[in-house]
């Protein structure tokens, strides 16, 4: 797939400078990370009871396991499916427990090093191919993405902008990426945002995907004209540009922002617990370093405040907010932080249920649909309620593939079946958001 599009744009002056830096802040690759998951494992369990909940969640503290689903040792209880990678030291005591305690579990993937190395395989091939095209079926690092963004900048100047809105704590820029029909009206907006946890590789891939699919499509696809004519997009293809950086380089299972604590080692802030909306209440932590840790105040992030800035500067045009994170195969609304109805739930229930039937019509998947707090769990200060509540009524946050076959380490094979599937659901939404709702 080649780089979309004809050279030229008004605002690409000023952005080598950017790339320039960026590259000089983003080192090479250091795959297979060390062989550090040599032996490691990943299995699956369901405490029955409250003892083996009580035990399970005795054991994880001990042992410094890491929770894959859910993403907090808080939520594990009686009945929730539970996937934990477990490191090697560790996996002995811990399978020795649950034989002692008959408790029944699966091994999902029995050798994690080997599953990352399957995973990098392609990633090596691909960074051979020519500079002139673009795989969109492959995983990207930080660096790749960003020049790819720069590229269409260049290329597209009639439907692309792309601006930065602030840095990140290592210095990182935060760039947007504006879709649409440039136009002096009024105009609506969508704000698409992905990899705010820096494990989730399939949500930037996602990103990219949309992008290319808007403008590959936007003179044939009748309903693609019409989203880019009636709105702008907001696309921010990675959030978490420290974490997801991290994780291509140091640790593939980075979840968390990349600041430093004053009083701990430890590293990062759950950027999607870090928002201003019930901050650090239920399914937040206070200790940073638990993987849910909600941060030393409100948008103590460098990147959480940057996003937040722009969207209360945009929230009278912004009608739409979509967040995308693996794994789960979900479509969310509000609320996370409390069981309760939302006032225009009517509209938001039929653009969800709408959203998911298109999805299942590509490839059959399955996704589950409703409010977070119900369909996943209760969670304090995310991105979605912060939208919601802030006047954005569109909040929608996206669980994708799989169910926990393969987890975070979906093949990329598997990119192009979830993307054009996320793809209908996404265009679903939008057309939805055009029609009569509020």
Request: charged share 20%; glycine share 4%; with cysteine.
């Given at each position: 797939?080649?780089?979309?599009?004809?050279?030229?744009?008004?605002?690409?002056?000023?952005?080598?400078?950017?790339?320039?830096?960026?590259?000089?802040?983003?080192?090479?690759?250091?795959?297979?990370?060390?062989?550090?998951?040599?032996?490691?494992?990943?299995?699956?369990?369901?405490?029955?009871?409250?003892?083996?909940?009580?035990?399970?969640?005795?054991?994880?503290?001990?042992?410094?396991?890491?929770?894959?689903?859910?993403?907090?040792?808080?939520?594990?209880?009686?009945?929730?499916?539970?996937?934990?990678?477990?490191?090697?030291?560790?996996?002995?005591?811990?399978?020795?427990?649950?034989?002692?305690?008959?408790?029944?579990?699966?091994?999902?993937?029995?050798?994690?090093?080997?599953?990352?190395?399957?995973?990098?395989?392609?990633?090596?091939?691909?960074?051979?191919?020519?500079?002139?095209?673009?795989?969109?079926?492959?995983?990207?690092?930080?660096?790749?993405?960003?020049?790819?963004?720069?590229?269409?900048?260049?290329?597209?100047?009639?439907?692309?902008?792309?601006?930065?809105?602030?840095?990140?704590?290592?210095?990182?820029?935060?760039?947007?990426?504006?879709?649409?029909?440039?136009?002096?009206?009024?105009?609506?907006a969508v704000w698409i945002d992905c990899g705010i946890h820096a494990r989730e590789w399939i949500g930037p891939a996602f990103c990219q995907w949309f992008a290319r699919e808007a403008l590959l499509t936007y003179k044939t696809d009748p309903a693609m004209r019409k989203m880019l004519n009636h709105l702008y997009f907001y696309i921010m293809p990675v959030f978490n540009v420290d974490g997801y950086h991290f994780s291509w380089?140091?640790?593939?299972?980075?979840?968390?922002?990349?600041?430093?604590?004053?009083?701990?080692?430890?590293?990062?802030?759950?950027?999607?617990?870090?928002?201003?909306?019930?901050?650090?209440?239920?399914?937040?932590?206070?200790?940073?370093?638990?993987?849910?840790?909600?941060?030393?105040?409100?948008?103590?992030?460098?990147?959480?405040?940057?996003?937040?800035?722009?969207?209360?500067?945009?929230?009278?045009?912004?009608?739409?907010?979509?967040?995308?994170?693996?794994?789960?195969?979900?479509?969310?609304?509000?609320?996370?932080?409390?069981?309760?109805?939302?006032?225009?739930?009517?509209?938001?229930?039929?653009?969800?249920?709408?959203?998911?039937?298109?999805?299942?019509?590509?490839?059959?998947?399955?996704?589950?649909?409703?409010?977070?707090?119900?369909?996943?769990?209760?969670?304090?200060?995310?991105?979605?309620?912060?939208?919601?509540?802030?006047?954005?009524?569109?909040?929608?946050?996206?669980?994708?593939?799989?169910?926990?076959?393969?987890?975070?380490?979906?093949?990329?094979?598997?990119?192009?079946?979830?993307?054009?599937?996320?793809?209908?659901?996404?265009?679903?939404?939008?057309?939805?958001?055009?029609?009569?709702?509020?």
């Amino acid at each position: 797939m080649k780089f979309l599009g004809k050279p030229g744009s008004h605002t690409a002056a000023f952005l080598p400078l950017c790339w320039l830096l960026l590259k000089m802040l983003q080192s090479g690759h250091c795959h297979p990370y060390d062989n550090r998951y040599a032996g490691d494992k990943v299995i699956r369990l369901t405490p029955k009871t409250e003892e083996e909940v009580f035990a399970l969640k005795n054991i994880y503290r001990q042992l410094q396991v890491d929770l894959w689903q859910p993403s907090s040792i808080s939520y594990v209880s009686e009945g929730t499916v539970t996937d934990v990678h477990i490191p090697q030291n560790a996996s002995r005591t811990l399978l020795a427990f649950l034989q002692e305690a008959h408790i029944q579990y699966k091994v999902l993937i029995e050798d994690l090093q080997k599953a990352v190395e399957n995973e990098n395989s392609s990633q090596t091939q691909r960074n051979r191919r020519s500079l002139s095209e673009y795989n969109y079926e492959v995983y990207h690092s930080l660096e790749d993405i960003q020049s790819w963004m720069y590229h269409l900048n260049q290329t597209q100047p009639g439907l692309v902008q792309v601006f930065s809105i602030g840095r990140s704590y290592e210095g990182r820029p935060l760039f947007i990426l504006q879709l649409g029909r440039k136009s002096r009206a009024y105009k609506r907006a969508v704000w698409i945002d992905c990899g705010i946890h820096a494990r989730e590789w399939i949500g930037p891939a996602f990103c990219q995907w949309f992008a290319r699919e808007a403008l590959l499509t936007y003179k044939t696809d009748p309903a693609m004209r019409k989203m880019l004519n009636h709105l702008y997009f907001y696309i921010m293809p990675v959030f978490n540009v420290d974490g997801y950086h991290f994780s291509w380089t140091h640790d593939r299972f980075w979840r968390k922002t990349r600041s430093r604590n004053s009083r701990f080692r430890c590293r990062g802030v759950d950027a999607n617990r870090n928002w201003k909306v019930k901050w650090c209440d239920e399914g937040a932590s206070a200790h940073p370093c638990d993987d849910t840790y909600c941060g030393p105040f409100p948008e103590s992030e460098p990147e959480v405040k940057a996003v937040a800035d722009f969207l209360r500067k945009h929230r009278k045009h912004i009608r739409a907010y979509l967040s995308f994170h693996a794994y789960a195969q979900m479509l969310l609304y509000p609320y996370s932080y409390k069981h309760a109805t939302i006032p225009n739930f009517s509209c938001v229930e039929f653009a969800a249920h709408k959203a998911v039937k298109a999805l299942r019509s590509a490839h059959g998947i399955r996704y589950r649909h409703g409010p977070a707090s119900q369909t996943l769990y209760i969670s304090s200060g995310n991105s979605m309620d912060w939208a919601y509540k802030n006047g954005i009524p569109y909040a929608f946050a996206f669980e994708l593939r799989d169910t926990g076959q393969f987890g975070f380490l979906l093949p990329e094979m598997l990119i192009k079946p979830t993307c054009t599937e996320t793809m209908l659901a996404v265009k679903n939404i939008t057309l939805h958001l055009l029609k009569k709702c509020p």
